[in-house]
C-alpha cells in the first residue's frame, strides 16, 4: 500500500509522443533525459543507440552498459512478437535478474538516414499487482463469511451473497440503510456499548450476536467487527464479517444439557448437584446461613423394575420427580444422581444448628408422606416408600463429595431401620466408617503379611474324649495385638477378601489334618472349618475343596464345613446342589448358630447336613431361663427325629453340661473344656486328656 501511495503521488509524467513530436523530428534529444520513462532508441538490429536515465535506473544498467545493448538481452517478449506495436505490455529483466512488468510505446524513426525504434517504457508492476490484489479481494469477498461493509456513518456499501443467503435480505434491500435493520433488541444497551467501546480502542470487536433475519426468525451470528482507516489514519469503513452458528449453539446447548440433566425426569444430575452444593457452600459460608442435603432412596424399588417392567419403573421415577417438585422452593435443587437416587439441596436455613434440623425434618416429613401416596403407572395402582438420609451443611468443613458420602450413610442407616423413614447423619457414624476404611487397609497388608493364625478348640464327646476341633481363625496385627474374627470377618466378607481368607484357613486345616493322619494319637481327629457365604458361593467352591482334599491326601471324613443359616437360606437351591456334590465325596457338614436363623423345617430336610450346632446364646441361659430350655430340647429331638449329630457350643458350666446330655444332646464345646488355642498347645491337651 504505501508503494502505491507514494507511486501514485510522485508519478512521472507520461511520454506524450505528440508533446516532444517536433524534437523528435529535428533529432533533438535532449528532452530524452528528463522523461520519467524508460526511453531508449534502437536501431534496426534492436541494439541500443540510446537511451535516458529513467531507463537505465529501471533495469539497474549504466548508461555506458546500456548503449549496445540488444533489446533481446533484456525483453523478455521480443522474439515471440513479429511486428512493430505501438503499445504492448512486456516483461523486462533487470540487471539483478528481476521481473518487471512493462508497457513499451514504440515509433519507428528516421535518424541520420537510419531507421531507428524510438521506445518509451513504462514499469506497470505495481498496477498489475494491485490489479491482481483486486481480483482476490473479489474471490474472497464471496466467501462461506457473510460481509457487510459500511461507510464511516455506518450506512451499509456493499454486502456479500453469503450475507443474502443468512440474513434474507437482497443487496438492495439493505445498500444505504443502516446494520440495525438485523437487529433482534435481544441484547442490552451495555452490550452495544462494550461492543463500541472496543472497536475505539483495539479497531475491531468479536463475539456472538443474536439478530434477526427478514423472516423474523432469529439467529445467532459469531461476528468481526474491523475498522478500515483512509490514508489520513481517518475511519472510512466498517468491515463485519460473520457465521450463522445458530446450528452450532443448539448442539452445544444440547450437550450441555446432556451433560447436567437426567434425561428421564429432567432434572439436574449427579454433576450439576455438585456444582451447585460447591456453590451453595460458598455461598452458606458467606451469609452463615445453614443448608440441607436430603437423599432420598425408592425402597424396593429393584422389585417394581423386575416385576411391572423398566416402563413402570421409569413412570414412577418421573412421578417421583414431580412430586419432589412441589415440595420444594424455586431457589431449592431437585436432582437425581442415580437410578432411584434424589436430593434436594436446601439453601438459606437460619444460621442455628437446633431450628434448621427442626425445619429439614419437618420438612422432609412431609416429602416423605407426599412419596407414599399410590402411584398410578399406567393402569396399575403402585404403593411405594422412600427412605432419606439428611444432613446439614454450611461453609467448607465439608467438600460437596463428602456431604453426598454422609447423606449417602444416613440414608442407609434409615433402610436398616425398616425404611420409610429418615435419618441425620451423625458424626459418630462417620468415625465408625473411618476405623473401617482403616481396618480394610490393614486387611489388605496382613493377607500379605501372613499375619493370620489358626486357634483350635475342642469338641467332645460325652465321655469328654475329644473327637475334634473347630478351627478358629486369629489376626495378630503387629501394634494392634489380637484382633477378633467377629470384628474383621464380617469386613473381609463386604470386601470379598474373604475368599483369600478363608481359603488359606481350609488349606491350613487340611495340611494340619495330613500331619494328624499319620499320628496314632491323632489319627481320628475332625477339624470344623467355618466357611462364609461370598466363599460359598464362588462357582468353583467344590472344586477348591475337593482339590485340596486330594492335594493333601487326606481322609474327606475329617474335614467337617460349618454353614449358617443365612448362608444356606441365600440360595437354597444352590446351596443343596454344592452340599451334595461335596458330600458324595465324604465331606461333612454342621449348622452353625443353629437356632438363630430363620431356616424353615422343610429346607432342613433337604439338606445333607451331619450336624446341627446349638448356638451359643442359648446355651448360656440353658439352665435359668425356660424358654431357652425348651428352644434347646425341640433342637435337640429335631437332630434326632433327622437323624443328625447335635453338638452344643459355649458350654462353660457342668450344670450346662448335664442337662444337654439329659436331654439328648452327647457333643460339647466350650471353655469348660478348652478355650480356642494355638495347635501346640492343643496337642498338649489331647496328652493330658488322653492320658
Ligand atoms: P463360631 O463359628 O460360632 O465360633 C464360635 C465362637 O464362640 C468362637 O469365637 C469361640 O471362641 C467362641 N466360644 C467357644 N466356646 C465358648 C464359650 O464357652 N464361651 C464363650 N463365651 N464363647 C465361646 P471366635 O473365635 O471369636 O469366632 C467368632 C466367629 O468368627 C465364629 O463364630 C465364626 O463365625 C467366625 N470365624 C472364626 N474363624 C473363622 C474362619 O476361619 N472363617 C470364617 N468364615 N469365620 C470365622
Ligand atoms: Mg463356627
Ligand atoms: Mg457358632
Known sequence: MENMKRSRHSSPERLDFTRHSDEIAKNNLTFLHN??????????????????????????YTRDEIIGMNVAQWDAGY??????????????????????????????????????????????????????????????????????????????????????????????EVIGHKPHVLSSNLQKVSFYEAMWCSIKSNGSWQGEIWNQRKSGELYLEYLTITVVNDQYDEISNYVGTFLDVTLTKEAVDKIERLAHYDSLTELPNRLLLQDRL???????????????????????????????????????????????????????????IGGDEFVIMLEGLCDHVTEAAAFVESMANKVLAVLSQYYQL????????????????????????????????????????????????DPQMQTTINKRVALEKELRVAITEKQFMLYYQAQLD???????????????????????????????????????????????????????QGRELTAHLQLAVNVSSRQFYQADFVEQVLQLVSTYQINPERLKLELTESLVLDDVE??????????????????????????????????????????????????????????????????????????????????????????????????????????????????????
Not at 39 to 59: Q, T
Not at 462 to 484: M, N, T
Request: aromatic share 8%; glycine share 6%; proline share 2%.
Open 462 to 516: 460325652d465321655s469328654e474324649y475329644i473327637v475334634g476341633a473347630e478351627v478358629l481363625i486369629r489376626w495378630q496385627h503387629p501394634k494392634l495385638g489380637f484382633i477378633s474374627p467377629v470384628d474383621f470377618i464380617p469386613l473381609a466378607e463386604e470386601t470379598g477378601l474373604i475368599l483369600q481368607i478363608g481359603l488359606w484357613v481350609l488349606e491350613t486345616a487340611c495340611q494340619q489334618l495330613k500331619l494328624w
Open 278 to 336: 460447591k456453590l451453595a457452600l460458598a455461598v452458606s459460608q458467606r451469609n452463615d446461613r445453614l443448608g440441607a442435603l436430603i437423599l432420598i432412596d425408592m425402597d424396593n424399588f429393584k422389585i417394581l423394575n423386575d416385576t411391572l417392567g423398566h416402563d413402570r419403573g421409569d413412570l414412577l421415577l418421573q412421578q417421583v420427580a414431580q412430586r419432589l417438585l412441589l415440595c420444594v422452593r424455586e431457589t431449592d435443587t431437585v436432582a437425581r
Open 574 to 691: 444352590d446351596t443343596i446342589a454344592k452340599m451334595h456334590a461335596l458330600r458324595a465325596m465324604g465331606i461333612h457338614f454342621a449348622m452353625d448358630d443353629f437356632g438363630t436363623g430363620y431356616s424353615s423345617l422343610s429346607n432342613l430336610k433337604r439338606l445333607p447336613l451331619n450336624q446341627l450346632k446349638i448356638d451359643q446364646s442359648f446355651v448360656r441361659d440353658i439352665t435359668s431361663d425356660t424358654d431357652d430350655a425348651v428352644i434347646v430340647q425341640t433342637i435337640i429331638a429335631m437332630a434326632n427325629k433327622l437323624g443328625m449329630e447335635v453338638i452344643a457350643e459355649g458350654v462353660e458350666t457342668q450344670a450346662q453340661r448335664l442337662f444337654l446330655k439329659n436331654n439328648g444332646c452327647l457333643l460339647f464345646q466350650g471353655y469348660l473344656f478348652s478355650k480356642p488355642i494355638p495347635v501346640d498347645q492343643f496337642e498338649l491337651l489331647l496328652k493330658v486328656i488322653e492320658t
Open 378 to 425: 399406567s393402569v396399575h395402582d403402585y404403593y411405594c416408600t422412600s427412605s432419606m438420609g439428611v444432613t446439614l451443611f454450611k461453609g467448607h468443613e465439608q467438600t460437596a463429595d463428602e456431604l453426598l458420602k454422609q447423606a449417602d450413610i444416613a440414608m442407609y442407616q434409615a433402610k436398616t431401620s425398616g425404611r420409610n423413614t429418615l435419618r441425620f447423619f
Open 35 to 60: 522523461v520519467g520513462d524508460g526511453l531508449h532508441i534502437l536501431n534496426v538490429e534492436g541494439n541500443v543507440i540510446e537511451a535516458n536515465d529513467s531507463f537505465c535506473k529501471m533495469l539497474g
Open 79 to 172: 522474439h515471440e512478437r513479429q511486428q512493430v506495436y505501438l503499445l504492448i505490455e512486456t516483461q523486462y529483466r533487470c540487471k539483478n535478474g528481476a521481473l518487471l512488468d512493462i508497457e513499451v510505446s514504440s515509433l519507428v524513426l528516421e535518424r541520420d538516414g537510419a531507421r531507428v525504434i524510438f521506445n518509451a517504457s513504462r514499469n506497470i508492476s505495481q498496477r498489475k499487482w494491485s490489479e491482481q490484489q483486486l481480483r482476490i479481494a473479489a474471490i474472497a469477498f464471496e466467501s462461506q463469511e457473510g460481509i457487510m461493509v459500511t461507510n464511516a456513518d455506518l450506512h451499509i456499501i456493499c454486502v456479500n451473497s453469503a450475507f443474502s443467503r443468512i440474513t434474507g435480505y437482497a443487496e438492495h
